[in-house]
C-alpha cells in the first residue's frame, strides 16, 4: 500500500513570495490534514478535510495560506506572501475518516525554509 | 490551547534500561491516546495507542499506561535500544470529528 506523499522535500524562499505543496493520501482516505510543525514544538493543525469539505480550518492562518482538496483526493497548501515565522516542515495526514478510529498516516514532510 | 502536554523535551536512557515518556491532557472527551514516533527527516510514524476505556496496552517493548484520572499517560520501553533514539510525541483523538491533539514532543537519546 503507498503511503502519504507529499512535495516538494525542501524548498527555501524569500519572504514575501509565494510557496505551494501537494499532497496525496493514501488511496481511500477520506480525512486529509495538513499540520505545521515548527522545530522543538509539536505539530498544529491547520487545515482538516472530510472529502473535499473543510471540517476545521480554525487555526488557519487565512491572510495568507490556504488550502484545497479538489475531488476529495489529492490537496494542495499555499502561502502567499510568506513570511519568516512560516519556517516550518509542512506535514499532510490521511485517515480513513471520521468515527474510524485507528491512527493519522503521515507523509515525510515538506521543510520550508524562508529567508 | 495546548490540550496535549509533553513536560519532558529532552530525555537520556542507557541502552538496556527503561526509557518512561509522560503526557498530560486537559481534555477528557479523549476517546483513546496514540504515541508517535520520528526520526530526523522523516514523518511521524504510529507507534502504541490506548482506548481510554483502558489503563494499559502492552506491544513488545512498548507499554503505555493511562491514569484517567490524574489526566496522564506514559510510555515505557524496556529494554532501551539505541534504535530507540526519536522525538516521540502523544497525541489525543476525538472521534467523532476524526481530531488529533499533538504533544510537543520529547526528544529520547540511548546511550549505547
Known amino acids: 500500500e503507498a503511503g502519504v506523499a507529499q512535495s516538494p522535500r525542501y524548498k527555501i524562499i524569500e519572504k514575501r513570495q509565494s510557496v505551494a505543496f501537494w499532497c496525496n493520501p493514501i488511496s481511500g482516505h477520506a480525512t486529509l490534514y495538513w499540520y505545521q510543525q515548527i522545530l522543538g514544538q509539536g505539530p498544529k493543525l491547520l487545515i482538516q478535510f472530510q472529502n473535499n469539505g473543510v471540517v476545521d480550518d480554525s487555526q488557519l492562518p487565512k491572510d495568507r495560506f490556504s488550502a484545497e482538496r479538489l475531488k476529495g483526493v489529492d490537496s494542495t497548501l499555499k502561502i502567499q506572501p510568506a513570511k519568516l515565522e512560516d519556517s516550518a516542515v509542512y506535514l499532510c495526514?490521511?485517515?480513513?475518516?471520521?468515527?474510524?478510529?485507528?491512527?493519522?498516516?503521515f507523509g515525510e514532510g515538506s521543510r520550508l525554509t524562508v529567508l | 490551547d495546548q490540550q496535549v502536554k509533553q513536560n519532558s523535551p529532552s530525555l537520556s536512557v542507557q541502552e538496556g534500561r527503561i526509557s518512561i515518556l509522560n503526557c498530560d491532557y486537559t481534555n477528557s472527551m479523549f476517546d483513546y491516546f496514540l504515541w508517535y514516533k520520528k526520526y530526523p527527516a522523516e514523518g511521524p510514524t504510529f507507534l502504541i495507542s490506548?482506548?481510554?476505556?483502558?489503563d494499559k496496552n502492552e506491544d513488545g517493548r512498548f507499554t503505555v499506561f493511562l491514569n484517567k484520572s490524574a489526566k496522564h499517560l506514559s510510555l515505557h520501553i524496556v529494554p532501551s535500544q539505541p534504535g530507540d533514539s526519536a522525538v516521540y510525541f502523544c497525541a489525543g483523538v476525538v472521534w467523532t470529528g476524526n481530531q488529533f491533539y499533538f504533544g510537543t514532543g520529547t526528544s529520547l537519546t540511548v546511550i549505547p
Open positions: 490506548i482506548s481510554s476505556i483502558k
Open positions: 495526514a490521511s485517515s480513513p475518516g471520521q468515527g474510524a478510529g485507528g491512527e493519522l498516516f
